[in-house]
């Protein structure tokens, strides 16, 4: 058994088609509230899959008004990532008693395992879950469904894109209402190099790697899933778009990336707002959610999910 690519501090896929990733520290659900402003517990989406998810409830001075709802993908370039980790968790409590929102956050599908669009079925299927279990599930019982927005950092960025996408392709979800995106620090790419991927040869070749285990074969990074301008949508579609907060980080080499998707997103008559976090990196919410960076992101997203 030989190794045929690596990730180090992540991953190493061997000639057989295991996968061994590295451990990371995790953290429980926990339903006691008292510290820290919210509650938390994991969900079975699908148990054939399987698909899982973590639902954060926070704290409110009113329970009996309706919350939004943040449904949430983690970021791991499709091949690593758990709601679980310490930092995402933590990360999405705050979320939730920020924005005062329930954040439904999905452990999809990872690839080279399940290649894509396997973590898009996965995630779609969440929204349909969501659906389904709102009126029965007690922690869901004062989710607004017609206040629906999704977010994600990196991985979890480009997939709040696609989702909407097919959400729009095929008229779905009609229980629900997805008001807008926030794709934070958001995966994409091409076979054609930013300046900045071009600037950045390691971390270029890091993300075509990832891309060379999550796309099936025979697809390259011009295909829709990777390239957002080849996005097959009409103008009718377009309009239908949701509004989108697009974060972007200065140190990120992915930057570009980002700038370009608002600016497209702009050019199809989508509603964008940009946001920069200067000197600050890739997925830092997640690596420091204590942060003084963090905290000011979270404001944001609340700002852009009440004023809606």
């Known amino acids: 058994m030989s190794l045929l690519a690596e990730a180090p501090g992540y991953f190493r896929v061997y000639s057989d088609g295991s996968v061994k990733r590295d451990i990371r520290e995790t953290i429980l659900a926990s339903d006691d509230s008292s510290s820290n402003g919210y509650k938390s517990k994991d969900v079975v989406i699908s148990s054939t899959k399987p698909i899982c998810a973590r639902v954060f409830l926070p704290d409110t001075p009113d329970s009996s008004s309706l919350l939004p709802v943040v449904v949430y993908f983690h970021g791991g370039g499709f091949c690593s990532g758990s709601t679980t980790w310490l930092g995402c968790h933590t ?146 579609e377009w309009c239908r778009f949701p509004a989108v907060m697009v974060f972007v980080a200065g140190l990120d080499f992915l930057k570009e990336r980002g700038l370009n998707y608002a600016d497209f997103l702009e050019k199809k008559g989508v509603e964008v707002k940009l946001v920069e976090a200067e000197g600050e990196v890739h997925g830092y919410p997640v690596l420091h959610p204590d942060s003084e960076a963090t905290s000011l992101l979270l404001k944001q997203m609340s700002e852009f999910i009440h004023n809606l």
């Not at 017609?146 to 979800?173: M, P």
């Not at 991927?197 to 993300?207: C, D, K, P, Q, V």
């Open 91 to 236: 990360f999405l409590g705050y979320l939730a008693v920020k924005s005062q929102s329930i954040v439904l956050s999905v452990d999809y599908r990872l690839t080279p395992e399940n290649r894509l669009p396997a973590a898009y079925d996965d995630c779609y299927n969440s929204l349909e879950w969501l659906s389904c279990q709102a009126s029965s599930d007690p922690w869901l019982e004062r989710a607004d469904l017609s206040r629906v927005f999704l977010s994600g950092d990196s991985a979890g960025g480009n997939i709040v894109h696609n989702v909407a996408v097919r959400t729009i392709q095929e008229q779905s979800c009609d229980q629900l209402k997805i008001k807008g995106l926030l794709p934070i620090h958001p995966f994409f790419g091409g076979e054609e190099r930013t300046e900045k991927e071009r600037a950045s040869e390691e971390a270029a070749h890091f993300a075509d790697l990832l891309w060379k285990l999550s796309l099936p074969e025979g697809l390259n990074r011009d295909h829709p899933w990777c390239n957002f301008e080849k996005a097959e949508l009409s103008m009718a």
